[in-house]
């Protein structure tokens, strides 16, 4: 997850207002950016997942069996295509996967798009 954020904060780094390619070099840099989908499977992957990245199945039982393990009712919005999960479900993933509170956090920045902890939530 770290390589792909310093990746997009080099090359934002990078753009200069005065180029005169600066639109073209900015919509090169909004299409290196990946949705949930993407950034979810990449995370599950770094905090256990094996199999395929492409074995939607296999991410699915994966998931389930974590839930299970702790005892939460698998979130239903967890699987809808290309859409954003709510902060509940969001915490439940993490306390699903045994995240601690550096681990989401991170999970927060890079998969949800958001803040993490909040005082105020």
Partial sequence: MTQYTELLD???????????NYEERLLEVATLF?????????????????GDLSDTPAKVEFLRDKFKAVHIKLPRDLFVPNRK??????FQICFALGLDADETKDFFRCVQFERGFDCHT
């Avoid at 080099?10 to 005169?20: G, I, Y």
């Avoid at 990946?34 to 094996?50: C, L, N, P, V």
């Avoid at 999960?85 to 969001?90: E, G, L, V």
């Fill in 10 to 20: 080099k090359k934002a780094e990078e753009l200069l207002l005065d180029d005169d």
């Fill in 85 to 90: 999960i709510s902060r509940k479900t969001a």
């Fill in 34 to 50: 990946r949705g949930f989908d993407e950034a979810f499977t990449s995370f599950i992957k770094e905090h256990g997942y094996t």
